[in-house]
């Protein structure tokens, strides 16, 4: 992801369809486009698609996920989600399992119940490392995990899920587990030379050249821990029931709407998640 923001798209901007194929699904009619004889439109067509793609991750960086997006944060990548949803180039993504099948991860979500989780990471020596969806339509089955990390180790917990499709582009999830794995314990402290603190800068120097003695004793506890099982945790309650409609896939992001919530996500592996 681009550390500066280059949108040389404008956000009225719309890309250009020669004639369009009505496909219906939950939303009613998806205009899309034809080929021209000598294939000109297409070239056109598909950099229109990459260049929203890129304004939209670039619009995504550094909102934390979307937690700490602003008002113009949220209302651009509403906007550049529109487009890319006007011009999905898979009209039957639950159909194109080569694209849907594999692991996600996540850019920006503006889903209120996944917040609070983000909140988290804005703690103090506790961030979000990554929030990612594995999705398998050979056992019909999800895995939402998210990872925190601490200087000291790396926490994971995934909720599992089964899903049936309803149709073209909506799925049908029920959760149905838990999963607490055990702490991987870093080999060394990864303490940062600064920490703000309720918007105090506090050095961490020497906090780190009093730790330099402690790394052997870190060492040996990982290899203990990291042999534990992890816990799993029955999810109970009508809570359990959710829906995903996929509105935007290709072989690199994937946009999906459920339960009042919007989710991005980029494939693992994507060219979208490089730096």
């Known amino acids: 992801m681009s550390l500066l923001f280059s949108h040389n798209l404008p956000l009225n901007s719309t890309a250009p369809a020669p004639s369009s194929i009505p496909h219906e699904?939950?939303?009613?009619?998806?205009?899309?486009?034809?080929?021209?004889?000598?294939?000109?439109?297409?070239?056109?067509?598909d950099c229109k698609i990459e260049?929203?793609?890129?304004?939209?991750v670039d619009s995504v960086y550094g909102t934390g996920l979307g937690?700490?997006?602003s008002a113009e944060e949220r209302a651009e990548v509403t906007e550049l989600v529109s487009q890319l949803e006007r011009v999905n180039p898979t009209p039957a993504p639950t159909e194109a399992v080569e694209l849907?099948?594999?692991n996600w991860i996540l850019l920006y979500t503006a889903f209120s119940?996944?917040?609070?989780l983000l909140a988290v990471g804005n703690a103090p020596l506790l961030k979000v490392e990554k929030?990612?969806?594995?999705?398998?339509?050979?056992?019909?089955?999800?895995?939402?995990?998210?990872?925190?990390?601490?200087?000291?180790?790396?926490?994971t917990s995934t909720a599992s899920a089964n899903f049936e499709i309803r149709s073209p582009s909506r799925i049908q999830v029920e959760f149905k587990e838990g999963t607490f794995q055990p702490p991987k314990i870093k080999s060394n402290v990864d303490l940062p030379e600064n920490v703000d603190v309720f918007g105090r800068n506090i050095n961490l120097s020497p906090v780190?050249?009093?730790l330099n003695p402690l790394q052997e004793a870190v060492s040996n506890i990982a290899g203990v821990i990291s042999g534990q099982a992890?816990?799993?945790?029955p999810i109970p309650g009508e809570r359990t029931k959710s829906w995903l409609l996929i509105t935007y896939l290709d072989k690199d992001l994937r946009i999906s709407r459920g339960d009042g919530g919007l989710f991005v996500l980029a494939k693992e592996g994507s060219p979208l998640l490089d730096p």
């Open 208 to 210: 780190k050249q009093s």
């Open 100 to 102: 849907l099948d594999g």
């Open 113 to 116: 119940e996944l917040l609070p």
């Open 51 to 56: 260049d929203l793609k890129r304004c939209l």
């Open 25 to 45: 699904d939950e939303w009613g009619s998806d205009d899309r486009f034809s080929v021209t004889s000598n294939g000109s439109a297409v070239v056109e067509y």
């Open 131 to 155: 929030v990612c969806q594995s999705i398998n339509t050979s056992s019909f089955t999800i895995d939402n995990s998210i990872t925190y990390s601490t200087p000291f180790a790396n926490f």
């Open 230 to 233: 992890p816990v799993k945790v």
């Open 67 to 69: 937690f700490s997006a």
